[in-house]
C-alpha cells in the first residue's frame, strides 16, 4: 500500500456517510458511480483464491469529489492505478477502514483529479464469504474441483471491490484463467464453442447490480433447451436437468406476453452442485439452481418460473436498496404465479397461490410486529428494521394479487408492463412505486384500493382483514382427508393420494408438523414411500415431520443432509433435530461429517443453531 495520506484524503475518509441512502454500502455514488466493470482474474484452486486487477469506468457526479470510495470484504489490495490524461497508469495513494465484521472495509482512493478510469489490484481471501471453493471429492465425478459465487446480498465485495449498492447499475466484461479442463461461466455472454485458451471471455452489455455479479468454473458441460435457452451442469447430472428444464422456452414465450419482451437475449441456467445454499439465483443470462428442484417430474418447475420471473422484477427493474427488497421478491413471486398459471393452468396457480397465502400466515406467529411491514417510511439508515425475508415474497404478491383482482387484468397488466417498461434497467424505491400506483391506477380508480388501505398493505405489520384467500377445493378434498387422518378415523391405507401432485402432499405436510404420531409416519413412510421422495420438496417435510414425531429416519435424513446443501432445508432440519434430545447426538456427530459440503452461507446459519444450544 502506499501510505502517503493527503490532507483531503484524510478528511474525505472521516465525513458522514448520511450522504448516501444504502447503509450497507460505503460506496459515496453520490458523488461517482460505476458506469462499467473489467475484470481480469486466475483462479487458484490449490490456494482458493481469485487474483487480478478490477477496472472501474467512472461516471463523476460531483465535481469538486476527489475520493473514490469502494466496498471491500478480505480483499488484499496490492496496488491502485489511474488512467492519466496522457494514456498512462499511474499510482494512487489508498487507505482501508477498519474491519466492520458486516460490512467488510472501505477502500477509499485519493485522487488528484476525476480520473474516467481505476484499477484496483488485488486477491481474495480463501474464506471469500461469496466463494465456495469445492475439492473434487465435493464433485459429482470425484475428478475435478469446483467454485461458484453467491453475490447476494452484499457478498460482491469479497470478491471484487466495487460499489456494492444496488443502487449502482453497470455494464461488465471480464477474462479469467482457469486450470485446464474446466470451464468457467459467469452472469454473461457465454459463449459455448470457447475452449479457455487465452482466457476464458465474458461481456455483460446490459446494466446490473453489483450482486448479480456471478461466476462458476468447474467440471461443466452444456446442453440446448430451445434457440435462446441453455442449461450447463456437471457431466453425470446434464441429461437429468436438461430433462427437467425442457419447458423453460415456453416460460420465457408465457412471460413476454404477459409483460413484454425478454431483454437479456439468452437465458441460460447453471445446475450447481448440492451445496448450493438457495434454491437459485436470478444471475442474469446465468441462473444459478440448486439440484434439489430436479425430481425426474418437473414438478418444482415453478422454480424456474421464479427465477425467470426476475428478468422483469428485480433484474430489470431492481430494489434501490436491500429496504426494498419486497419490490424484487413480492413483485417475482406475483408474476411466477402468472407464468405458472399461464403454463399449467388456473387449478395449479390457485393451490400455488393458497400456500403461500397459509406461509404468510402462519409465519406472522414467529416475526416481530416491527419486521411484518413490507417497507418503513423514513431514511434508509437502520437495516434492522427491514422487512422479514420470508414474509415479503408471499405478502408482497398478495398485495399485487389483490390490486389484480379488483382492477381486472385487462387493466392491471399493462399498468404492471408500464412499471417494468418506465423503469427499466432502473434502481427504484417503494416511494416510486407508490406515485406510479397512484398515479397509473389508483387516482382514476379510487375504488380499487383506499389511500389508508394500501398503506396498511405497505406499512403496517400482519395481513390486511380485507385480504381475499384464495381456497383450493382441491386442498379443501385434502384438508378433509388429513383431519380425519389426524384424528385416526382414516387409516393412512385409505387415504386417496396416488394422485396428488407435489402441491397437494406439501400441503398435507406442512399441516401435520407436530401433530402426527410417529405412528403415523412410519405408516406414511410404509404405504407411499416418501423416506425416498425424489421430490426434496416432499422428502424435507416428510423428515421435518417426522423428526418432530419421533419416527426414526435417520437413515434416509442422514443421506439427505449429507448430500444437500439448500439452506432452506438444512437450517430447519437440525434445529428440529435439536431440539429432540433423542437426536441431539446423533446431529452433532452428523453435522461434524456434513459442515464441509455446506457453502459458508449456510455453515453460518446452522453454527448459529447449534451455539444456542
Known amino acids: 500500500m502506499i501510505k502517503k495520506t493527503l490532507a483531503a484524503f484524510v478528511l474525505s475518509a472521516c465525513m458522514s456517510l448520511a450522504a448516501h441512502a444504502d447503509p450497507l454500502s460505503y460506496a459515496r455514488y453520490d458523488q461517482v458511480r460505476t458506469t462499467d466493470l473489467y475484470l481480469d482474474l486466475k483462479a487458484d484452486f490449490s490456494h482458493k483464491i481469485l487474483s487480478g486487477y478490477a477496472e472501474l469506468t467512472l461516471n463523476w457526479i460531483d ?32 487507505m482501508l477502514d477498519k474491519l466492520d465484521v458486516e460490512k467488510g472495509r472501505a477502500l477509499r482512493i485519493a485522487l488528484p483529479f476525476q480520473p474516467q478510469k481505476v484499477r484496483v489490484y488485488y486477491r481474495t481471501a480463501p474464506s471469500a464469504a461469496a466463494l465456495q471453493w469445492m475439492s473434487p471429492e465435493q464433485t ?34 471480464a477474462r479469467v484463467d482457469a486450470p485446464a479442463g474446466l470451464r468457467v461461466v459467469m452472469s454473461a455472454e457465454n459463449d459455448q464453442q470457447s475452449t479457455g485458451a487465452g482466457g476464458w471471455k465474458f461481456k455483460m452489455a446490459q446494466p446490473i447490480p453489483s450482486y448479480l455479479l456471478a461466476i462458476a468454473i468447474g467440471e461443466i458441460e452444456v446442453r440446448n433447451l430451445g434457440p435462446r435457452t441453455a442449461v450447463y451442469a456437471e457431466p453425470a447430472r446434464i441429461n437429468a436437468a436438461a430433462y427437467e428444464l425442457a419447458d423453460t422456452e415456453k416460460m420465457i414465450d408465457a412471460a413476454e406476453g404477459l409483460y413484454g419482451p425478454y431483454r437479456w437475449e439468452r437465458y441460460d441456467m447453471i445446475v450447481l452442485p448440492p451445496s448450493f445454499p438457495y434454491g437459485g439465483m436470478e444471475n442474469p443470462r446465468m441462473t444459478f439452481l440448486t439440484p434439489t428442484m430436479i425430481a425426474g417430474d418437473r414438478s418444482l418447475n415453478d422454480l424456474i418460473a421464479h427465477e425467470l420471473a426476475h428478468s422483469w422484477s428485480g433484474n430489470l427493474v431492481t430494489n434501490a436498496s436491500w429496504k426494498y427488497t419486497w419490490m424484487n ?108 400506483l397512484k398515479k397509473n391506477l389508483l387516482d ?170
Open 63 to 94: 465535481k469538486s469529489a476527489r475520493t473514490l470510495v469502494l466496498d471491500t470484504n478480505e480483499l488484499n489490495i496490492a496496488k491502485v492505478q489511474v488512467l492519466a490524461a496522457n494514456g498512462k497508469w499511474t499510482a494512487a495513494s489508498f
Open 140 to 173: 459429482m465425478s470425484g475428478k475435478r474441483p469446483f467454485m461458484f459465487s453467491q453475490s447476494q446480498d452484499i457478498n460482491a465485495r469479497s470478491w471484487a471491490p466495487i460499489q456494492d449498492t444496488p443502487a449502482v447499475r453497470f455494464t461488465y466484461s
Open 329 to 436: 421478491e413480492g413483485f417475482t413471486t406475483y408474476v411466477t404465479t402468472r407464468i405458472v398459471e399461464k403454463l399449467y393452468g388456473a387449478e395449479f396457480a390457485q393451490m400455488q397461490q393458497q400456500v403461500e397465502q397459509e406461509q404468510a400466515l402462519a409465519s406472522l406467529a414467529t416475526i416481530p410486529a416491527a419486521k411484518q411491514a413490507l417497507a418503513t417510511r423514513g431514511p434508509d439508515t437502520d437495516p434492522s428494521v427491514y422487512a422479514d425475508g420470508s414474509l415479503i415474497y408471499p405478502k408482497g404478491a398478495w398485495f399485487l394479487h389483490t390490486l389484480e383482482q379488483r382492477a381486472g387484468r385487462e387493466v392491471f397488466d399493462p399498468f404492471l408492463r408500464g412499471w417494468f417498461d418506465s423503469h427499466a434497467f432502473q434502481s427504484a424505491t417503494t416511494d416510486q412505486f407508490v406515485d406510479y
Open 444 to 613: 382514476g380508480r379510487p375504488e380499487i384500493m383506499s389511500a389508508s388501505e394500501l398503506d396498511e398493505w405497505l406499512y403496517s405489520p400482519g395481513i390486511p382483514a380485507t385480504a381475499k384467500r384464495e381456497a383450493s377445493p382441491r386442498f379443501a378434498a385434502v384438508d378433509t382427508q388429513r383431519t380425519a387422518w389426524l384424528k385416526g378415523e382414516l387409516p393412512t391405507a385409505q387415504l386417496d393420494a396416488k394422485n396428488w401432485v407435489a402441491l397437494e402432499w406439501m400441503h398435507f405436510l406442512n399441516d401435520i408438523d407436530g401433530k402426527a404420531t410417529a405412528a403415523q409416519m412410519q405408516e406414511l413412510d410404509q404405504s407411499f414411500g416418501l423416506g425416498k421422495s425424489g421430490n426434496n420438496e416432499i422428502a424435507y417435510r416428510f423428515y421435518l415431520s417426522s423428526v418432530k414425531a419421533g419416527y426414526n429416519v435417520r437413515e434416509p435424513l442422514g443421506k439427505f443432509l449429507m448430500s444437500v446443501g439448500r439452506r432452506l432445508y438444512v437450517v430447519p432440519l437440525y434445529k428440529a433435530l435439536l431440539a429432540n434430545p433423542n437426536e441431539k447426538d446423533w446431529a452433532k456427530t452428523l453435522y461434524s461429517k456434513a459442515r464441509s459440503h455446506y457453502h459458508p452461507i449456510t455453515q453460518v446459519a446452522v453454527d448459529k443453531a447449534f451455539k444456542k444450544q
